[in-house]
């Protein structure tokens, strides 16, 4: 977890974009599937971001798979099989609230 200086208890995610910046996720929910764990990632605004800017309008979402290295969580990107398996589970899930 990271210390970000949002309020709250929350599991901030970082992850790199390829091009050296930080992005900065709350992880939304945690999904099994197929004896693997999958994380739903929901971007945060930057800190210094102002209310009303358009990092705030429209989060990004992704999922990532969470894999072990040396004890420590590791998020990577998931197969396309697997992205799409664990897409549908969300949404199904988002489906049933």
């Known amino acids: 977890m990271v210390e970000q200086g949002y309020e709250g208890e929350m599991s901030v995610v970082v992850i790199d974009d390829g091009e050296g910046n930080e992005m900065y ?34 989060p990004e979402v992704i999922i ?5 290295e040396d004890g420590e969580d590791v998020y990577v990107a998931p197969t396309d ?10 949404e199904a899930g988002l489906d049933e609230e």
Not at 32 to 52: M, Q
Not at 64 to 68: G, K, L, T, V, Y
Request: charged share 35%.
């Open 25 to 58: 996720y709350e992880e939304d929910m945690i999904i099994n599937h197929e004896g693997k764990e999958f994380a739903v990632l929901i971007s945060l605004p930057p800190e210094e971001c102002e209310p009303g800017c358009k990092c705030h309008e429209e």
């Open 64 to 68: 990532a798979r969470i894999d072990q």
């Open 81 to 90: 099989e697997e992205f799409e398996s664990v897409l549908a589970l969300y």
